[in-house]
């Protein structure tokens, strides 16, 4: 089956670059027909999505107004894994913060494969 | 970006009681609608997707229903594993969004 594991630190100073990974085993982040996000939860926020990236003959991103200025997501296809990179990062910025797939439901973008979380905290 | 808009906000329900958690689109959404269950420290869990269809291996207890602007969760039998927070998400627009969630606390 398929699974997801994130990796990367836990605490990043103010107005550094977030970065995490997301490994994925059992599907290629290649496939076409999945697509592959970034997700984070806080009190203050809730859920909220980040962004995606999808393979479909080429690349495409697709990014959260709130964050669009900031973030990128890329997949590596050499180790089959994507990654987040959010600069410039606030307190506000502190969530935990999942990367998920959407694989089983083709043509709908829902989440049905998740990471365990990684809890990041913005503070010097 | 499509706002999602759930109520309640929590609720208290007994073992075996039927539970309906609704969640509203600010524009409609077609059947592009997906339920989430989250338990204390862990991931959520797809449990429905396209508003109606159970995700594999989530009990037949839970289904969805509704299409436009208005949907509906219901657990028709509560078990003990179900005391969690459910969330909706839109699917239809490019920019995906969450509902703010509904506890379902113990009575």
């Known amino acids: 089956q398929v699974q997801l594991q994130q990796s990367g630190p836990g605490l990043v100073k103010p107005s550094q670059t977030l970065s995490l990974t997301c490994a994925i085993s059992?599907?290629?982040?290649?496939?076409?027909?999945?697509?592959w996000h970034w997700i984070r939860q806080s009190p203050s926020r809730g859920l909220e999505w980040l962004g995606r990236t999808y393979y479909r003959s080429k690349w495409f991103n697709d990014y959260a107004v709130s964050v669009k200025s900031r973030i990128t997501i890329n997949p590596d296809t050499s180790k089959n894994q994507f990654s987040l990179q959010l600069n410039s990062v606030t307190p506000e910025d502190t969530a935990v913060y999942y990367c998920?797939?959407?694989?089983?439901?083709?043509?709908?973008?829902?989440?049905?494969?998740w990471g365990q979380g990684t809890m990041v905290t913005v503070s010097s | 970006d499509i706002q999602m808009t759930q109520s309640p906000s929590s609720l208290s329900a007994s073992v075996g009681d039927r539970v309906t958690i609704t969640c509203r689109a600010s524009q409609s959404i077609s059947s592009y609608l997906n339920w989430y269950q989250q338990k204390p420290g862990r991931a959520p869990n797809l449990l429905i997707y396209?508003?109606?269809s159970l995700q594999s291996g989530v009990p037949s207890r839970f289904s969805g229903s509704g299409s436009g602007t208005d949907f509906t969760l219901t657990i028709s039998s509560l078990q003990p594993e179900d005391f969690a927070t459910y969330y909706c998400q839109q699917s239809y627009s490019t920019l995906l969004t969450f509902g703010q969630g509904t506890k379902v606390e113990i009575k």
């Open positions: 396209a508003a109606s």
């Open positions: 998920a797939g959407s694989v089983a439901t083709p043509g709908n973008w829902a989440f049905d494969i």
């Open positions: 059992g599907d290629s982040v290649s496939s076409n027909g999945a697509a």
